[in-house]
């Protein structure tokens, strides 16, 4: 059982940046898949961002390609995102996931066993 817990979270402006933290309990996890996804009100769960257990490998949703990164310290126990260039349409809670049950970097909620409470991130224009 990993416990995960997010922050960095909050209000940004259109085009600014901020930078999500998760932090892992337990002693294997340098040993995982993570991912990260989000869910904006009404919306299904998506996913955003994934990262080999070395950070050799990563993988992004096209609609954040290019502005966020995915990032891990396995050292400190903890994912990192950093996200630039926000847009309104990036309003949403952002959940840390892990592991990957297959080890592969995938796309889809089932495929990760667990998640943190989540963080609030709201871009406004």
Request: glycine content about 12%.
């Amino acid at each position: 059982q990993v416990q995960l817990v997010e922050s960095g979270g909050g209000a940004a402006q259109a085009g600014g940046s901020l930078r999500l933290s998760c932090a892992a309990s337990g002693r294997t996890f340098s040993a995982y898949t993570m991912g990260w996804f989000r869910q904006a009100p009404g919306k299904e769960r998506e996913f955003v961002a994934a990262i080999s257990w070395n950070g050799d490998s990563t993988y992004y949703a096209d609609s954040v390609k290019g502005r966020f990164t995915i990032s891990r310290d396995n050292a400190k126990n903890t994912l990192y995102l950093q996200m630039n260039s926000l847009k309104p349409e990036d309003t949403a809670r952002y959940y840390c996931a892990g592991p990957s049950r297959s080890g592969a970097m995938s796309t889809t909620r089932l495929s990760y066993v667990n998640w943190g409470q989540g963080t609030q991130v709201t871009v406004s224009s």
